[in-house]
């Protein structure tokens, strides 16, 4: 591993700490390194708030040394201002010398700007150092902002025998995660900004699709009820947890926070949930069941992983 390399690691380790609380912004991690010291760190932690950079360049204790030092970002500097300033003028405006950069940023309001700015401002710039592993981080942002979609995880837990909800001989849901699967499946849920379920798990299950066993915001919940035969009493409909209804026409709202959204059942629904949850800048959806539900997705080519 070259020194460039090790540096770019210890950014990925810290950019990870915001997966909870970045999106719709990137996972960032920065590091500054003064005479192979390093005297900053800093990752993106929440979105709106200050961004990678701007955290490592506050921890860096005695300012002075910021002009013989390096800045390690797993992402190219902002350049543009969004919610914050351009983390790339605060790099010109604290005349670091040299940026090392795991990869390009994808967003069109970046996509190399940020290191064309650099540049011109006569700061050394490398591009491309552990770069798979970067893209990787932010595999959610790129596929968002690439394909139109969130990234989609596919989740069950499958008997044996090939089941994964019912008893074969009583034909009554079962029960066939642990505590401990039962625990990272909250923790998923925590990860992703909404769950998906069809009508045939909420009605068994009765799910609150919550991350009541996980710190962290609950996930905008989806169900599709066609032709809205679920009962008005099941957890999914509580009013306590943003959800979005797909189904037939559109209905009144029961409550605040309960949404139906209409969708064209003569067609492939697929593409249409996409569209609505890409306008609502959904970047990552958890599909949790049943079979039906999971099974479309695979048919489609419409996941990215499997759990």
């Known amino acids: ?48 708030e200050a961004h990678a950079e701007v955290n490592a360049i506050r921890s ?24 914050t300033p351009p983390c790339a003028d605060l790099i010109i405006e604290k005349r670091i010398p040299k940026v090392v950069i795991g990869c390009m940023d994808p967003f069109s309001m970046v996509a190399g700007r940020g290191i064309e700015k650099l540049r011109k401002a006569g700061i ?43 008893n074969r001989t009583e034909g009554k849901p079962v029960i066939l995660s642990s505590p401990l699967t039962s625990l990272l499946a909250h923790k998923k849920r925590a990860e992703h900004d909404a769950i998906l379920v069809g009508r045939r798990t909420a009605l068994l299950d009765n799910p609150s699709l919550s991350t009541r066993n996980w710190y962290g915001t609950h996930p905008l919940r989806l169900v599709i009820d066609k032709d809205l035969t679920l009962p008005r009493d099941l957890e999914l409909f509580n009013g306590r947890i943003r959800t979005f209804v797909f189904t037939r026409e559109s209905h009144h709202q029961p409550n605040a926070l309960t ?29 949790e069941g ?15 992983e499997a759990l």
Not at 4 to 29: F, H
Request: net charge negative.
């Open 1 to 48: 591993m070259t020194k460039d390399e090790k540096y770019i690691s210890r950014c990925l380790q810290l950019a990870y700490n915001g997966l909870c609380n970045t999106a719709p912004n990137p996972m960032v991690g920065a590091v500054i390194v003064h005479h192979d010291t390093i005297i900053g760190e800093g990752y993106h932690i929440r979105c709106g």
């Open 60 to 83: 860096v204790k005695d300012e002075n040394l910021l002009k013989e030092s390096t800045i390690y970002v797993s992402l190219e500097p902002c350049s543009h201002y969004g919610k």
């Open 124 to 166: 050394e710039v490398t591009v491309g150092v552990l770069e798979e592993e970067c893209r990787h981080l932010i595999r959610r942002f790129i596929t968002f902002h690439t394909f139109k979609r969130p990234y989609i995880t596919l989740k069950w837990a499958e008997s044996a025998d090939g089941f994964i909800d019912m």
């Open 259 to 287: 949404t139906y959204i209409p969708l064209d059942f003569s067609k492939d629904i697929l593409p249409q949930i996409m569209e609505v949850l890409y306008q609502n800048k959904i970047q990552s959806l958890l599909v």
């Open 290 to 304: 049943g079979s039906i539900l999971l099974q479309s997705f695979i048919d489609s080519g419409l996941w990215d």
